[in-house]
Nanobody
Framework: VQLQASGGGLVQAGGSLRLSCAVS????????MGWFRQAPGMEREFVAV???????FYADSVKGRFTMSRDSAKNTVYLQMNSLKPDDTAVYYC???????????????????WGQGTHVTVSG
């Protein structure tokens, strides 16, 4: 399974970006897909996840501003990021798992497949 993240860039505070994560190779029938981010010198942190049922969960810091969606025909998940803040500056990674349990969806260690990351810089 290969994950290809894209869509990052430089944006002013208050602006928007849409990240994409294309899944290719051997694909799962219904994987759990997540977005994580890592700022310089910081731990990788949970941003959003789409559970097998289609339900989405978000970190408190992005709730109401970020929306995760999926286009199953394109094997792609998206992260629409609105009202961006300088604190959102990080490398964003998409991740996939076919075995993560619900209680662990916010844990990066529960995901076995990762994209290469895409940089998001929000200027203040």
């Amino acid at each position: 399974v290969q994950l290809q993240a894209s869509g990052g860039g430089l944006v002013q505070a208050g602006g928007s970006l849409r990240l994409s994560c294309a899944v290719s190779g051997r694909t799962f029938s219904n994987p759990v897909m997540g977005w994580f981010r890592q700022a310089p010198g910081m731990e990788r942190e949970f941003v959003a996840v789409r559970w097998r049922s289609g339900s989405t969960f978000y970190a408190d810091s992005v709730k109401g501003r970020f929306t995760m969606s999926r286009d199953s025909a394109k094997n792609t998940v998206y992260l629409q990021m609105n009202s961006l803040k300088p604190d959102d500056t990080a490398v964003y990674y998409c991740a996939a798992s076919n075995s993560v349990i619900l209680s662990a969806i916010r844990s990066a260690s529960a995901y076995g497949y990762w994209g290469q990351g895409t940089h998001v810089t929000v200027s203040g």
